[in-house]
């Protein structure tokens, strides 16, 4: 079993930043995933980090202003996020499995969620 527990969101103004976090407990897991969900959306992985490689996936709507990252020190991957807009709004959502899924229900290990709103 692999627990999943996300902080760090809140709000902030358009072009501001926010840093989430995702501590990792339990057993090892392949690859960590961000998903994101805003109310009457579907939810959309927003990056993946393969630990095993270090490689990363970012979506066009965030590539160059989201970066995802680990501490293996501290079991913890985060999510770097810079230049926000009102459209990042949202429910975010880490998850673990041994791909990087792009469908949610894919991940078998995912966290409680942490809210972000971007105001303009």
């Known amino acids: 079993q692999v627990q999943l527990v996300e902080s760090g969101g809140g709000s902030v103004q358009a072009g501001g930043s926010l840093r989430l976090s995702c501590a990792a407990s339990g057993d090892t897991y392949g690859n960590l995933a961000w998903f994101r969900q805003a109310p009457g959306k579907e939810r959309e992985r927003v990056a993946c980090l393969y630990l095993s490689t270090g490689s990363t996936y970012y979506p066009d709507s965030v590539k160059g202003r989201f970066t995802i990252s680990r501490d293996n020190a501290k079991n913890t991957v985060y999510l770097e996020m810079n230049n926000l807009k009102p459209e990042d709004t949202a429910m975010y959502y880490c998850?673990?499995?041994?791909?990087?899924?792009?469908?949610?229900?894919?991940?078998?290990?995912r966290g409680q969620g942490t809210q972000v709103t971007v105001s303009s």
């Open positions: 998850a673990a499995a041994r791909a990087c899924f792009a469908r949610y229900s894919d991940y078998q290990y």
